[in-house]
């Protein structure tokens, strides 16, 4: 069974660089469409960026477009999310979610329910 354990939170300052590590283990990363997530307080949970089985198409939400990156390497069975120029609207829970979509697929979606497996979460807060 697939375990995901994200990793890299902290606080920052508007403006500044973080990157999240998911990691996977139980099951090979490989065969997973992978998304990223986050849910700022009193807001619902929203898709930030995802990235397909294949590695070919990855999407981002347009409020990070241009500023984030997501990618993944599969001999680490680690996801990432490069976030830089961050603002205060950045300020969540990011969590990442992984669906067994097959070693090429080329889908991926940046909706919360097409995705059964979720990490813990880790908290990014951007703050002066």
């Known amino acids: 069974q697939l375990r995901l354990v994200e990793s890299g939170g902290g606080l920052v300052q508007p403006g500044e660089s973080l990157t999240l590590s998911c990691a996977a283990s139980?099951?090979?990363?490989?065969?997973?469409?992978i998304g990223w997530f986050r849910q700022a307080p009193g807001k619902e949970r929203e898709g930030v960026a995802c990235?397909?089985?294949?590695?070919?198409?990855?999407k981002y939400a347009d409020s990070v477009k241009g500023r984030f990156t997501i990618s993944r390497d599969k001999p680490k069975s680690t996801l990432y999310l490069q976030m830089n120029d961050l603002t205060s609207e950045d300020t969540a829970v990011y969590y990442c979610?992984?669906?067994?979509?097959?070693?090429?697929?080329?889908?991926?979606?940046?909706?919360?329910?097409?995705?059964?497996?979720w990490g813990q979460g880790a908290q990014v807060t951007v703050s002066s």
């Open positions: 979610a992984a669906e067994d979509t097959g070693y090429y697929s080329d889908w991926c979606a940046l909706y919360d329910d097409d995705y059964r497996t």
């Open positions: 139980g099951s090979y990363l490989d065969y997973y469409s």
């Open positions: 990235i397909t089985a294949s590695t070919k198409i990855t």
